[in-house]
């Protein structure tokens, strides 16, 4: 689907910027202050948000196609697009006072989440008392607020909970030191027996399931869509956008350049053409199963009947996507020849990038793909968060 001179066509211009600037992104393990400036400028960040707090309220899959353009220009920056932009919309689905705290000043915030339920949260009068500490933190370098999951005991129930927090409540441990997804910051966070009121923390079932405090406030249908499903086929755009990139690299590179030993010209060897087709229907397949199947989500939430297979058939398509963009692009990078591996190189990085970021637990093939094949042969799923 193509969009026109909207957000889509903004970030998709600022690309080769955000290209330009990825090796500083690296070096400094986190982005530039720059590269937020001009995200926030494009509107995507508040494209998720409620027209009452100034928001867009736009669509998933306009979302989805931005931040598939910025992964094209860089892994890192692509990857924040989407949590940034979502983590908009999830405030969403908090209490209303909360949206109102987070919103005061301006209809986006810079907000990490960690979904592992790594801390714990004692009830207190009026909240919670939260301490313990997440890893994988992404966006946490700019962030105004986190949110984190929690495991709440009340007898012998337990309960997981997301808590919005202030950013200076928490600490925050500089442990990103990683092969790829450098430029996101995904420092650990830690949150030592902070108070939590009861309006910034909502149930992950009623989150999952499309029933958060916020679709009680908001009447359309984007604010009763279960999480799981968006998070993991937003999440699987960026990377696309980083072999779509890849691929447009490879094919630049592949017109002009003449091998070393034998003088032949790449261009002309029926390998490099197979390669440069083959990834070229791979990615226009992946690019489509990944539109359909958003489009299909907000379908039936629309029509009230996002059920269980639905919400497999997302982490599936999700898990599949992601698995054909790192496929595509360590074939496309062995095929560009040893000098692509300099640390100069765009190749190399975009490498080191996909194979990290296609390894988050959301994209884990055997995992995604049993659960669905369970569903699908009308076998219980058993205790699985991630749907």
């Known amino acids: 689907m193509e969009y026109g001179d909207g957000i889509v066509r903004r970030v998709r211009d600022l690309a080769p910027t955000f290209a330009e600037r990825a090796p500083a992104a690296e070096r400094a393990r986190r982005l530039p202050d720059e590269t937020i400036a001009d995200l926030a400028a494009t509107g995507l960040f508040e494209m998720l948000v409620p027209k009452r707090f100034g928001g867009a309220e736009r669509g998933f899959e306009e979302m989805a196609a931005a931040c598939r353009e910025a992964g ?3 892994a890192s920056t692509g990857w924040l697009s989407v949590i940034y932009t979502l983590h908009n919309w999830m405030v969403g689905l908090f209490p209303e006072r909360a949206q109102a705290e987070v919103w005061a000043d ?14 714990t949260a004692a009830p207190a009068d009026g909240g919670h008392r939260v301490t313990g500490r ?12 986190v949110m984190v999951m929690a495991l ?5 129930a337990i309960e997981p909970r997301l808590f919005l927090l202030p950013r200076e409540e928490v600490a925050v441990h500089d442990v990103w030191h990683t092969s790829g997804m450098r430029g996101t910051g995904s420092n650990d966070i830690e949150v030592a027996d902070v108070f939590v009121p009861e309006h910034r ?24 869509t279960p999480l799981v499903p968006v998070f993991a086929l937003t999440g699987a755009a960026p990377v696309l956008g ?13 017109r002009s350049r003449v091998t070393a030993y034998s003088g032949e010209r790449q261009r002309e060897t029926t390998g490099a053409q197979i390669r440069l087709a083959s990834a070229t229907a791979d990615l226009a397949a992946a690019r489509l199963l990944l539109e359909d199947a958003l489009r299909g989500v907000v379908r039936t939430v629309a029509e009230g009947n996002c059920d269980l297979r639905c919400r497999a058939g997302a982490r599936l398509a999700a898990a599949h996507v992601a698995g054909t963009a790192r496929r595509v692009v360590n074939d496309l990078c062995s095929a560009a020849g040893a000098s692509a591996q300099f640390t100069g190189s765009p190749f ?21 793909y049993a659960l669905y094949g369970r ?12 749907v």
């Open 242 to 254: 980083v072999a779509e990139g890849v691929l447009a690299r490879f094919a630049e590179r592949t």
């Open 348 to 368: 190399q990085r975009a490498q080191r990038d996909v194979n990290t970021i296609s390894g988050h637990v959301v994209f884990e093939p055997d995992a995604a």
């Open 375 to 386: 569903i699908e042969l009308g076998l219980d799923p058993g205790p699985v968060t991630l």
């Open 106 to 119: 301006r209809p986006y915030a810079l907000i990490p989440c960690v979904l592992a339920p790594t801390g």
């Open 201 to 224: 923390s909502a149930p992950l079932a009623a989150l999952a399931e499309g029933r958060s405090p916020g679709s009680l406030v908001h009447s359309g249908a984007l604010y009763r």
């Open 152 to 156: 709440v005991t009340a007898g012998d």
């Open 134 to 145: 997440w890893s994988w933190g992404s966006g946490v370098m700019h962030a105004g607020h």
């Open 72 to 74: 094209a220009g860089c």
